[in-house]
């Protein structure tokens, strides 16, 4: 599988936020998984990630190296994406923008060693290389016997999908099975680009863009728009993300957890300010997905 798929802004189909919540304490809400009937949320900045209540919105924080508290820039983990494998182990990976975050984590609920932290750099070589650019990988998806991975490009650049192997989550060497360039469009001539991903159980495949101007991997910008598409075989749509009030959302939502109808679930924001807590925010959807 190779070439380019085009996503098209389809007006006929609605994406809203129905609520938005703070969540103290977490600031860069980087990623997002439902297990069961809680919520997992990635924070870029921290080797810790934080289980949510979301009925009850109780939170708990759960240290996967030090202190587990927030780290200055050059030296944060960087984890961006995240997925649950068939035998019930979450995997969470690094973006690789920089050698320190070229990271994969196996965490395991409820075991005795339930974190097990991994230098991935044979698996973010291998990506750069199909790229042919440092890899900022932001969703991650498993599909059977294939792990889908997802790369941010920035500016005009163009998003990519990769497929391996899923074997590799068991330490087989990464190999290269399809490479997909991904064409998103753009809010007010600012392109979109990937936050996260959401595999749906018919195979269609959710995922969220931010419209963020930004020169590389690493640096941040002004957000000028969101929006939430679906990728179903050869044919991607997507739709602008609105807030309650029914305007243009600018929140900066980097992660998703889709409910099983495909029509709503939960996103998370990252500000890109450690002062402001990152927003559990409750989505819905409407028109034909």
């Known amino acids: 599988m190779s070439g380019h798929l085009h996503s098209r802004h389809d007006p006929l189909l609605r994406a809203r936020l129905s609520s938005v919540t703070p969540l103290p304490g977490v600031r860069a809400g980087s990623g997002l998984l439902a297990i069961g009937p809680r919520l997992l949320a990635l924070q870029d900045d921290a080797q810790a990630v934080v289980w949510i209540e ?12 030090g202190h587990g508290g927030a780290l200055k820039k050059k030296d944060k983990p960087d984890y961006e994406a995240l997925l649950l494998a068939p ?9 690789g ?3 320190n975050r070229c990271r994969i984590a196996r965490l395991r609920p409820g075991a005795a060693d339930a974190v097990e932290l991994q230098e991935a750099t044979a698996l973010y070589a ?15 998806v498993h599909l059977g016997e294939r792990l889908r991975l997802l790369h941010r490009g920035v500016a005009a650049q163009a998003d990519a999908w990769l497929e391996l192997p899923a074997q590799v989550l068991a330490g087989a060497a990464p190999q290269l099975l399809a490479l997909r360039w991904l064409e998103l469009g753009g809010i ?13 159980p018919d195979d269609r495949m959710l995922y969220l863009a931010a419209a963020e101007y930004t020169a590389d991997a690493v640096s941040d910008g002004p ?3 969101a929006a939430i ?3 179903a075989g050869e044919r991607a749509r997507w739709a602008a993300l609105l807030d309650p009030d029914g305007t243009p959302s600018r929140r900066k939502v980097e992660g998703i957890a889709a409910d099983a109808d495909g029509r709503s679930g939960w996103l998370i924001t990252d500000a890109d300010d450690p002062l402001k807590a990152a927003e559990l925010c409750r989505y819905e ?3 034909s997905w």
Not at 87 to 95: E, H, K, T, V, Y
Not at 188 to 200: M, Q, S
């Open 285 to 287: 959807l409407g028109g």
């Open 97 to 99: 923008s920089r050698p």
């Open 229 to 231: 598409g679906v990728i």
């Open 188 to 200: 007010d001539d600012v392109p979109l680009h990937l936050t996260d991903a959401a595999l749906l």
């Open 87 to 95: 035998d019930g182990a979450i995997w969470l990976f690094g973006s």
């Open 126 to 140: 291998l990506l750069a290389e199909a790229l042919g650019t440092t890899p900022n990988i932001e969703g991650a």
């Open 223 to 225: 957000v000028s728009g």
């Open 54 to 65: 979301p009925q009850t919105l109780q939170l708990q924080t759960q240290v996967l190296e």
